[in-house]
């Protein structure tokens, strides 16, 4: 016998819900504004949506039209001819209210206006609502609910102040039959106008809203990345400027580490040498511009491949048990591939730190040939740092990231021609590989 309720309310409620969803829908395409001339809810996914407006539109006239006559007719004692034509003004322009609300406002304005003089002639008016018939009312707060959802706030406030002067302005013509329902309709339209509104200007608060967050979201993905290739651009420049002071020295001693070195030999490594300098000047220019206050940490030599042990150890005693696979042979590694290598590894465990606290990772290390495996000729450097599931439940050390560190990791490798695949793994986990040319591409 408990189980009846349960039951019934479960079935109920999977009877509801779909209905839940429609109206859930409607309320938001009514939420979100469209462009004018264009009809209600132009901007639903459904097309059921997009066509709901003139269902209800086709519907008020195809229920007022016929009251409306029927009303002037019995009630009011209205000829059938002037009847039929009020009719049809009163109610025919609801549908045009679907996409101009302000023009259909003016012909059913002026028609009840018209309405309202021809029903004060009628014979039957004594006792009868006026100077607005019931049907008038219905119909115009109908419009009023289009209106609302359309126009600007200063055209509701002066459609509302034009309803209430109509009103006042036929108690003073006619007082002895107005009964009240002038002002009953000024402050029922006044609130159908203030809901309306609302909604409408709620629905262009989230649209700003939205577009401000997706603005702020690509210029914080535009800074990030400028932040980060200034970064590598400050790193590089330690490797480059080694080289350079590398050429000026060889080419200074060149003529005294070389007997009998030809005198156009002389001049050609002293041009060299000259050369070799005014670009390194060049570059410490340039890295004045690049640096900044918060950047002094920068000038300590640049980590490579020799520093990974120490930032794993350091890395397990954060809490993390880490493994490292590093060859014993490397070979020779070009100091941009060697600093990028590193920062991939510090990154990768860095974000394993932040989103992963505790999970076991491994990280490898080694060098092959890209015949052996595939890749057309010449070394590469292969590194993987794959990470499981955090061990527990817990949140982890930071709720959000700067994004610089997938963000660097692509700008480094892209820098040195190599490939990076980075994704979740089935079991929680996360997977970073990275594949850096060891040897030049160049085939000339």
Same mark, same amino acid.
């Given at each position: 016998?408990?189980?009846?309720?349960?039951?019934?309310?479960?079935?109920?409620?999977?009877?509801?819900?779909?209905?839940?969803?429609?109206?859930?829908?409607?309320?938001?395409?009514?939420?979100?504004?469209?462009?004018? /001339? !264009? #009809?209600?809810? %132009?901007? *639903?996914?459904?097309?059921?949506?997009? $066509? @709901?407006?003139? =269902?209800?539109?086709?519907?008020?006239?195809?229920?007022?039209?016929?009251?409306?006559?029927?009303?002037?007719?019995?009630?009011?004692?209205?000829? /059938? !001819? #002037?009847?039929? %034509?009020? *009719?049809?003004?009163?109610?025919?322009? $609801? @549908?045009?209210? =679907?996409?101009?609300?302000?023009?259909?406002?003016?012909?059913?304005?002026?028609?009840?206006?018209?309405?309202?003089?021809?029903?004060?002639?009628?014979?039957?008016?004594?006792?009868?609502?006026?100077?607005?018939?019931?049907?008038?009312?219905?119909?115009?707060?109908?419009?009023?609910?289009?209106?609302?959802?359309?126009?600007?706030?200063?055209?509701?406030?002066?459609?509302?102040?034009?309803?209430?002067?109509?009103?006042?302005?036929?108690?003073?013509?006619?007082?002895?039959?107005?009964?009240?329902?002038?002002?009953?309709?000024?402050?029922?339209?006044?609130?159908?106008?203030?809901?309306?509104?609302?909604?409408?200007?709620?629905?262009?608060?989230?649209?700003?809203?939205?577009?401000?967050?997706?603005?702020?979201?690509?210029?914080?993905?535009?800074?990030?990345?400028?932040?980060?290739?200034?970064?590598?651009?400050?790193?590089?420049?330690?490797?480059?400027?080694?080289?350079?002071?590398?050429?000026?020295?060889?080419?200074?001693?060149?003529?005294?580490?070389?007997?009998?070195?030809?005198?156009?030999?002389?001049?050609?490594?002293?041009?060299?040498?000259?050369?070799?300098?005014?670009?390194?000047?060049?570059?410490?220019?340039?890295?004045?511009?690049?640096?900044?206050?918060?950047?002094?940490?920068?000038?300590?030599?640049?980590?490579?491949?020799?520093?990974?042990?120490?930032?794993?150890?350091?890395?397990?005693?954060?809490?993390?048990?880490?493994?490292?696979?590093?060859?014993?042979?490397?070979?020779?590694?070009?100091?941009?591939?060697?600093?990028?290598?590193?920062?991939?590894?510090?990154?990768?465990?860095?974000?394993?730190?932040?989103?992963?606290?505790?999970?076991?990772?491994?990280?490898?290390?080694?060098?092959?040939?890209?015949?052996?495996?595939?890749?057309?000729?010449?070394?590469?450097?292969?590194?993987?740092?794959?990470?499981?599931?955090?061990?527990?439940?817990?949140?982890?050390?930071?709720?959000?990231?700067?994004?610089?560190?997938?963000?660097?990791?692509?700008?480094?490798?892209?820098?040195?021609?190599?490939?990076?695949?980075?994704?979740?793994?089935?079991?929680?986990?996360?997977?970073?590989?990275?594949?850096?040319?060891?040897?030049?591409?160049?085939?000339?």
């Amino acid at each position: 016998m408990s189980t009846e309720p349960a039951t019934f309310r479960a079935r109920v409620a999977r009877l509801l819900a779909p209905a839940g969803d429609s109206l859930q829908a409607v309320g938001v395409a009514l939420a979100t504004p469209t462009r004018p /001339g !264009a #009809p209600l809810l %132009a901007t *639903a996914s459904k097309r059921w949506l997009r $066509l @709901l407006p003139y =269902v209800v539109a086709l519907a008020f006239v195809a229920s007022l039209l016929p009251s409306t006559i029927t009303v002037l007719v019995n009630d009011y004692e209205v000829d /059938g !001819a #002037p009847a039929g %034509a009020l *009719a049809v003004a009163q109610t025919a322009p $609801l @549908l045009l209210a =679907v996409t101009r609300p302000l023009q259909a406002w003016w012909i059913i304005g002026t028609a009840d206006i018209a309405g309202a003089f021809v029903t004060l002639g009628a014979d039957g008016l004594d006792g009868r609502a006026w100077p607005w018939t019931p049907p008038v009312v219905v119909g115009y707060l109908a419009l009023m609910l289009a209106l609302g959802l359309r126009e600007s706030r200063r055209a509701l406030f002066g459609v509302w102040l034009l309803t209430g002067a109509a009103g006042l302005g036929f108690v003073f013509i006619a007082p002895k039959h107005t009964n009240g329902v002038q002002v009953l309709l000024f402050v029922l339209s006044g609130v159908v106008l203030l809901l309306t509104a609302a909604l409408r200007e709620r629905g262009d608060a989230q649209r700003r809203l939205v577009e401000q967050e997706t603005i702020s979201e690509a210029e914080r993905a535009r800074r990030t990345l400028l932040e980060e290739r200034a970064r590598i651009a400050r790193e590089l420049h330690d490797v480059v400027a080694h080289h350079m002071s590398v050429i000026t020295v060889q080419a200074d001693s060149a003529p005294y580490r070389i007997p009998e070195l030809p005198d156009a030999a002389r001049e050609e490594f002293t041009s060299i040498a000259a050369s070799a300098r005014e670009s390194l000047a060049e570059m410490r220019r340039l890295l004045v511009v690049l640096r900044n206050e918060g950047t002094e940490g920068e000038r300590a030599p640049q980590p490579g491949l020799d520093r990974v042990q120490q930032l794993v150890e350091a890395t397990v005693r954060a809490g993390v048990p880490a493994e490292l696979s590093l060859a014993a042979e490397l070979g020779d590694v070009p100091q941009a591939v060697d600093l990028s290598a590193y920062r991939i590894v510090q990154e990768a465990l860095a974000n394993v730190v932040r989103h992963a606290p505790g999970a076991a990772t491994r990280v490898s290390v080694r060098s092959d040939d890209a015949a052996a495996d595939g890749g057309g000729g010449g070394r590469w450097l292969h590194v993987l740092v794959v990470n499981g599931p955090a061990p527990e439940r817990t949140s982890p050390l930071e709720g959000s990231g700067t994004g610089h560190g997938l963000v660097g990791m692509r700008e480094r490798v892209r820098l040195t021609g190599g490939t990076l695949d980075t994704g979740p793994l089935p079991d929680g986990g996360f997977r970073v590989a990275a594949r850096l040319p060891l040897t030049s591409k160049d085939t000339s």
